[in-house]
């Protein structure tokens, strides 16, 4: 049994001990002992990684996903200055990167480097945006392709704070065909004072390729205000394909009667002239495009010389087979041909929504078929034969060749009186046929995309 004196000497030892315990536990959580911090180097608190995740601001590597980037290129600004532009997306709903260092690489047709260039850019939350790099001089070297990289590490940052709302408004271009301009203006729509806005513009051709690209800053921006921008470049944009708004389905309608050979029967001529042109134009349709050929004299080609078809090269080779018959007279009957073309644009060859054409050359009036008491009975069957063509919606173009055409019949067939072209020789022909392909085609104007990127605030 423990006396009584001992348990009060156990408790004066206790008191001092509880003391000196106490002042410990003070002197370590005052001085020695640190709450977790998202900045001490270690994994604690509720961080999901070493200071990154949970509550701190930056986020852990593997709570983020890479930027996508969709393309690269260079542009020729002016000699042998270009631009380099990157179009990247960051498909992180909520999170950031400050600072992050990339490289483009020039290289050339022979896939040599040219040059390399190293930069900095912001790269703003779940966003498509535009890495730029202007004026690298490659000392007369043409840059056939480019690639972009990001070459540090990512510090991805989570972002708490929602974005201004910024309204855009654009222009076409202008002076297209000199120093090409798109001006326009940004306007703070939302509730707070915008920070400087980096805007740059993207320009796209008809098939959607990227033709030119530049960049610009603006002031903050206050609420309900806004300010003007501009973009211009030194040299007109290089087109790399164009594109037709609707494709066209178009008929080669070829007088093969034996006035074709009245210059010359070997070469055949003015047919071999106009068998080189009519290949030529053929050549010079749009992807997306048909075509098909039918020639006449006493009566149309049956079937067709050749169906609708995009393949150039099958539909030139059925024009040069075209020839003019020596067994017996060959007359010209330019109402047959019409109504086998209209046909053919009415078959299921024919594509839907596309715009259905016919092109009929001929060298002289119509005299078949024929038709007992109506002398003029071929004149009036081409005319019936137009006519039903253009009731089909089909836009007919009419070419006479020589001086021995009858101009205002071809007048009458044609669409409109501005569709007749008339032919004093073979040589007109070729600039005749360009005419009537940019009369077909109109093409898809460029396409403007400007990306408004409000920059990130200094620390």
């Known amino acids: 049994m423990v006396s009584w004196s001992f348990k009060r000497q156990l408790s004066y030892l206790f008191i001092p001990l509880v003391l000196v315990l106490g002042l410990f536990a003070f002197i370590f959580f005052k001085y020695i002992h640190a709450e977790p911090t998202c900045f001490d180097g270690v994994k604690n608190g509720d961080e999901s990684g070493r200071d990154c995740g949970g509550s701190c601001q930056l986020l852990c590597t593997s709570d983020t996903l890479a930027p996508v980037v969709y393309w690269s290129e260079s542009f020729l600004v002016s000699d042998s200055v270009w631009n380099a532009s990157a179009y990247v997306e960051n498909p992180n709903i909520s999170s950031e990167v400050k600072s992050a260092t990339y490289a483009f690489h020039l290289y050339d047709d022979s896939n040599k480097l040219i040059t390399t260039v190293e930069g900095e850019t912001f790269i703003p939350q779940n966003k498509k945006f535009l890495v730029f790099y202007p004026s690298i001089d490659t000392r007369g070297k043409k840059v056939k392709r480019t690639e972009f990289e990001f070459t540090g590490p990512l510090v991805w940052l989570s972002v708490p704070t929602k974005e201004p709302e910024l309204k855009v408004i654009h222009g076409s271009i202008e002076r297209e065909t000199t120093s090409p301009l798109i001006s326009g203006s940004i306007e703070n729509t939302g509730a707070f ?133 020596t067994t017996t007279a060959q007359n010209t009957n330019i109402g047959d041909g019409l109504i086998a073309a209209t046909k053919e644009l009415q078959s299921s060859r024919a594509k839907e929504g596309s715009k259905k054409v016919i092109i009929l050359l001929t060298d002289g009036d119509p005299t078949d078929p024929k038709k007992v008491g109506q002398s003029n009975y071929p004149t009036l069957f081409a005319e019936q034969s137009a006519t039903e063509a253009k009731e089909k919606n089909i836009s007919v173009f009419t070419i006479g060749l020589g001086s021995l055409v009858n101009g205002d019949l071809l007048s009458r067939l044609a669409s409109t009186p501005s569709q007749y072209f008339a032919a004093p020789t073979s040589a007109d022909l070729a600039s005749i046929y360009q005419k009537i392909s940019k009369s077909i085609c109109t093409l898809r104007p460029n396409v403007i995309e400007i990306i408004a990127v409000p920059q990130p605030l200094a620390d």
């Not at 921006?221 to 066209?248: D, H, L, N, Y």
């Not at 010359?264 to 047919?271: A, D, F, M, V, Y």
């Not at 050749?306 to 393949?311: A, D, E, N």
């Open 193 to 325: 004072t915008s920070s400087p806005v980096e805007l740059s513009v993207i320009v796209y051709d008809g098939r959607g390729n990227a033709i030119g690209t530049s960049r610009t800053y603006t002031d903050p921006i206050p609420v309900r205000s806004k300010q003007t921008f501009g973009f211009t470049w030194p040299r007109p944009f290089k087109q790399t394909q164009a594109v037709c708004e609707v494709s066209s389905d178009v008929m080669l309608v070829l007088d093969r009667s034996g006035s074709m050979a009245s210059i010359s029967r070997n070469p055949t001529e003015p047919l071999t002239s106009v068998k080189n042109t009519a290949t030529s134009f053929v050549s010079s349709l749009l992807q997306g495009d048909q075509v098909g050929v039918v020639s006449f004299a006493n009566e149309a080609s049956n079937p067709v010389d050749h169906v609708l078809s995009p393949v150039v090269a099958s539909v030139n080779s059925a024009i040069e087979r075209i020839s003019i018959a």
